[in-house]
Nanobody
Framework: QVQLVESGGGLVQAGGSLRLSCAASGRTFSSYVMGWFRQAPGKEREFVGTISRSGSNTAYADSVKGRFTISRDNAKNTVWLQMNSLKPEDTAVYYC?????????????????WGQGTQVTVSS
Protein backbone atom coordinates (compact mmCIF):
# COMPACT_ATOMS: atom_id res chain seq x y z
CA GLN A 1 0.00 0.00 0.00
CA VAL A 2 1.14 3.56 -0.66
CA GLN A 3 -0.07 6.89 0.68
CA LEU A 4 0.17 9.98 -1.49
CA VAL A 5 0.29 13.63 -0.44
CA GLU A 6 0.20 16.44 -3.01
CA SER A 7 1.49 19.96 -2.45
CA GLY A 8 2.41 23.05 -4.41
CA GLY A 9 -0.97 24.23 -5.60
CA GLY A 10 -2.03 27.85 -5.44
CA LEU A 11 -3.20 30.91 -7.32
CA VAL A 12 -1.24 32.01 -10.38
CA GLN A 13 -1.82 34.38 -13.25
CA ALA A 14 -2.30 33.11 -16.78
CA GLY A 15 1.06 32.46 -18.38
CA GLY A 16 2.66 31.63 -15.06
CA SER A 17 4.09 28.40 -13.71
CA LEU A 18 3.57 26.06 -10.79
CA ARG A 19 5.30 22.88 -9.70
CA LEU A 20 3.22 20.29 -7.95
CA SER A 21 4.80 17.62 -5.78
CA CYS A 22 3.45 14.25 -4.73
CA ALA A 23 5.23 12.55 -1.87
CA ALA A 24 4.65 8.83 -1.40
CA SER A 25 5.05 6.73 1.68
CA GLY A 26 6.34 3.19 1.68
CA ARG A 27 9.37 1.46 0.23
CA THR A 28 7.79 0.28 -3.01
CA PHE A 29 7.30 3.62 -4.77
CA SER A 30 9.44 2.53 -7.70
CA SER A 31 7.07 -0.33 -8.44
CA TYR A 32 4.20 2.03 -9.30
CA VAL A 33 3.30 3.85 -12.45
CA MET A 34 2.34 7.35 -11.36
CA GLY A 35 -0.31 9.56 -12.87
CA TRP A 36 -1.63 13.07 -12.53
CA PHE A 37 -5.31 13.87 -12.97
CA ARG A 38 -7.41 16.95 -12.45
CA GLN A 39 -11.03 17.73 -11.75
CA ALA A 40 -12.74 21.05 -12.30
CA PRO A 41 -16.06 21.91 -10.63
CA GLY A 42 -18.93 20.13 -12.33
CA LYS A 43 -16.63 18.09 -14.54
CA GLU A 44 -15.34 14.54 -14.51
CA ARG A 45 -11.84 13.68 -13.41
CA GLU A 46 -9.50 14.20 -16.36
CA PHE A 47 -6.19 12.59 -17.27
CA VAL A 48 -3.21 14.96 -17.29
CA GLY A 49 -0.17 12.74 -17.60
CA THR A 50 1.58 9.60 -16.48
CA ILE A 51 5.12 8.36 -15.95
CA SER A 52 6.58 4.87 -15.99
CA ARG A 53 8.16 3.22 -12.99
CA SER A 54 11.68 4.11 -14.06
CA GLY A 55 10.73 7.57 -15.29
CA SER A 56 11.92 6.82 -18.81
CA ASN A 57 8.49 7.00 -20.41
CA THR A 58 5.75 9.60 -20.12
CA ALA A 59 2.42 10.33 -21.73
CA TYR A 60 0.31 13.48 -21.65
CA ALA A 61 -3.14 14.70 -22.49
CA ASP A 62 -3.22 16.74 -25.66
CA SER A 63 -4.46 19.74 -23.70
CA VAL A 64 -1.24 19.94 -21.67
CA LYS A 65 1.34 18.49 -24.04
CA GLY A 66 4.28 20.85 -24.44
CA ARG A 67 3.32 22.84 -21.33
CA PHE A 68 3.39 20.26 -18.53
CA THR A 69 6.20 17.87 -17.60
CA ILE A 70 6.11 14.92 -15.24
CA SER A 71 9.23 13.67 -13.50
CA ARG A 72 10.02 11.41 -10.58
CA ASP A 73 12.82 10.55 -8.20
CA ASN A 74 12.42 7.06 -6.81
CA ALA A 75 15.11 7.66 -4.19
CA LYS A 76 12.99 10.52 -2.82
CA ASN A 77 9.63 8.75 -3.30
CA THR A 78 8.41 11.84 -5.14
CA VAL A 79 6.77 12.66 -8.44
CA TRP A 80 6.42 16.20 -9.78
CA LEU A 81 4.22 17.98 -12.25
CA GLN A 82 5.84 21.08 -13.71
CA MET A 83 3.17 23.30 -15.23
CA ASN A 84 4.18 26.16 -17.50
CA SER A 85 2.20 28.62 -19.63
CA LEU A 86 -0.82 28.07 -17.42
CA LYS A 87 -4.27 28.94 -18.72
CA PRO A 88 -7.52 29.68 -16.86
CA GLU A 89 -8.89 26.37 -18.16
CA ASP A 90 -6.17 24.57 -16.19
CA THR A 91 -7.98 25.57 -13.00
CA ALA A 92 -8.87 22.40 -11.10
CA VAL A 93 -8.02 20.20 -8.18
CA TYR A 94 -4.98 18.17 -9.17
CA TYR A 95 -4.50 14.62 -7.93
CA CYS A 96 -1.62 12.22 -8.11
CA UNK A 97 -2.32 8.52 -8.30
CA UNK A 98 -0.44 5.23 -8.32
CA UNK A 99 -1.07 2.04 -10.22
CA UNK A 100 0.69 -1.29 -9.91
CA UNK A 101 0.46 -2.44 -13.51
CA UNK A 102 3.04 -1.70 -16.20
CA UNK A 103 0.60 0.23 -18.35
CA UNK A 104 0.74 4.01 -18.67
CA UNK A 105 -3.00 4.24 -18.29
CA UNK A 106 -5.13 7.33 -18.97
CA UNK A 107 -8.10 5.78 -17.20
CA UNK A 108 -8.54 6.83 -13.57
CA UNK A 109 -10.17 3.47 -12.83
CA UNK A 110 -6.80 1.80 -13.43
CA UNK A 111 -5.20 3.59 -10.49
CA UNK A 112 -5.18 1.98 -7.07
CA UNK A 113 -4.16 4.82 -4.77
CA TRP A 114 -4.96 8.53 -4.75
CA GLY A 115 -3.84 11.62 -2.93
CA GLN A 116 -6.20 14.17 -1.43
CA GLY A 117 -5.63 16.71 -4.18
CA THR A 118 -4.25 20.25 -4.36
CA GLN A 119 -6.10 23.24 -5.77
CA VAL A 120 -4.67 25.11 -8.75
CA THR A 121 -6.35 28.35 -9.75
CA VAL A 122 -5.26 30.30 -12.81
CA SER A 123 -6.56 33.83 -13.10
CA SER A 124 -7.00 35.60 -16.42
Amino acid sequence: QVQLVESGGGLVQAGGSLRLSCAASGRTFSSYVMGWFRQAPGKEREFVGTISRSGSNTAYADSVKGRFTISRDNAKNTVWLQMNSLKPEDTAVYYCAAESSLVLSRNPAAYDYWGQGTQVTVSS
